[in-house]
């Protein structure tokens, strides 16, 4: 999608802090830090969010699951995180490509803020 922000970051034509990529999935530092480690991993392929997904997108979203795994423990997350899905403009989704907000490097505590 040519207006897509995160589909501009894929395609190298917005810059990002790159932290993970392979074929199917890129991960870069959130610039709206969060937290001490706020990565961003989404799909290379766009997919408007968690409520779109269609079934032969679900490999793609278990296959960020095993790098949400290693990237936890590369950024030494052992003691815990916060991984977020936004959906929709009522669950705060502000950039319209599925993505996940791995949070941590400090207590994140119960209600989220």
């Not at 999935?25 to 408007?48: E, G, M, N, R, Y």
């Not at 929709?88 to 119960?110: A, E, I, M, Y």
């Amino acid at each position: 999608m040519s207006d897509c922000l995160f589909c501009k970051i894929v395609a190298g034509e917005i810059p990002s802090s790159k932290v993970y990529e392979d074929e199917k999935v890129l991960a870069f530092h959130d610039i709206d830090k969060k937290a001490p480690v706020h990565v961003l991993i989404i799909p290379k392929k766009h997919v408007d969010s968690l409520a779109t997904l269609e079934a032969s997108d679900f490999d793609t979203v278990a296959h960020i699951m095993g790098v949400v795994q290693k990237l936890a423990s590369e950024f030494g997350l052992e003691d815990g995180f916060r991984l977020v899905a936004n959906t929709g403009k009522d669950g705060g989704q502000t950039v319209n490509h599925l993505h996940f907000h791995l949070l941590g490097g400090r207590s994140l505590g119960w209600p989220p803020g």
